[in-house]
């Protein structure tokens, strides 16, 4: 599952009172903020340093700073500078959880996963860290540590869908199906338009429960909801192609072709849509796809000699090859005792059969 990063921007407040020492950096801090927003992230970088380097104990400068450097791209810049604000606010949970990004964006998973944990232990209520942090440990395979967070930001907020939903797909993992079920429903009932919530029941009525009819209804749902995942649209094949309704998965995987942009992966399902049409080939044996080509080449090659060919068969008329003249060729390069003769050899063969 991939990880779903959420940014944590921190909105500068200038409270009343705050004694500003020139006009020049209150410019300086709107205009960052202004090129945070338009996306010119280099610009940013430029206004919030100006701000730092005439006020060094500016947070707020040193943070966007820290945050204009990742939205850039610069990751070992950010964590050189969100480092630099931790100096100033050691448990602000947001520079924490912007480092984890930095560190997961440079491969430094581990890194990433401490930060994390930093982020939601100074902050219990930071749900994007949390989904984070989760989303960390389903990709290492440590499902229990990731249900553990995913409960919490469900016992934070009830109708979070990716939390509901992230967390029935660990559970279906460790083959907690009823439960994973019940969270399913319940992302569900939030928005009836989650197509991956639908997806996933899909996915235990048919491996769990064996029920088509059932998994057939939701990724027909599911295809509704988000028309733009292929997955829905193989899942939806698999089941009609193990009810015998051979039309029906043709027709669907064709539909998903429109969604798939990987040229592999649309090969593989022209591939699958074509042995469902021309059935499949007996073990050992070539397929019926195979010998139908073969038969239309055949036909392809006859049809263009045909082309070459008059109304009257001619007979086929080459030059002799000239064996002796080669032969000679050799013997007049090489110096030998006896020089192979092929004329003296035949005469001398005739002779005695007289």
């Known amino acids: 599952m991939k990880t779903r990063w959420g940014l944590s921007v921190l909105v500068v407040l200038l409270l009343a ?10 410019e300086l801090m709107a205009k960052g903020q202004q090129l945070l927003q338009r996306g010119a992230f280099s610009e940013a970088v430029s206004a919030f340093r100006g701000v730092v ?11 966007n700073l820290a945050f204009a450097y990742l939205q850039w791209g610069r990751n070992s810049n950010a964590i050189q500078e969100f480092k630099r604000a931790l100096s100033y606010q050691p448990r602000n949970s947001e520079i924490w959880s912007n480092l984890a990004i930095c560190y997961e964006n440079l491969g430094r998973s581990d890194e990433a996963i401490g930060a994390l944990y930093k982020a939601v232990q100074y902050n219990p209520g930071n749900i994007t860290a949390r989904i984070n942090l989760a989303a960390m440990y389903h990709n290492a395979n440590h499902y229990q540590k990731a249900i553990a967070q995913y409960k919490q930001v469900i016992s934070i907020d009830g109708s979070n869908e990716e939390a509901l939903t992230n967390l029935a797909k660990c559970l279906s993992s460790t083959g907690k199906y009823a439960e994973a079920k019940n969270y399913l429903m ?10 991956v919530a639908r997806w996933e029941i899909g996915n235990i009525y048919v491996n769990k429960e064996k029920n088509l009819d059932k998994a057939i209804k939701e990724f027909k749902l599911a295809i509704t909801a988000d028309p733009s995942q292929p997955a829905f649209y193989e899942s939806l094949a698999s089941a009609y192609e193990s009810q015998g309704k051979k039309d029906d998965a043709i027709e669907t995987l064709k539909n998903s072709l429109v969604y798939v942009d990987d040229a592999l992966q649309k090969e593989k399902i022209q591939d699958r849509i074509d042995r469902l049409e021309l059935g499949d080939a007996p073990k050992g044996q070539e397929s019926t796809a195979t010998k139908m080509s073969t038969k239309s080449q055949i036909a392809d090659l006859q049809k263009e000699l045909r082309k070459k060919e008059t109304t009257d068969t001619k007979q086929i008329d080459t030059k002799p090859v000239d064996v002796m003249g080669d032969f000679n060729d050799l013997n007049s390069n090489e110096e030998e005792e006896n020089p192979l003769d092929l004329k003296a050899a035949a005469k001398k063969k005739a002779e005695s059969k007289k």
Do not use: K, L, M, V
């Open 53 to 63: 380097s005439r006020e060094p104990d500016n947070f707020e400068a040193q943070f």
């Open 186 to 195: 319940q992302a569900i009932a939030s928005n009836p338009n989650n197509g």
């Open 17 to 26: 009172g705050t004694r500003i020492q020139a006009q020049s950096i209150e």
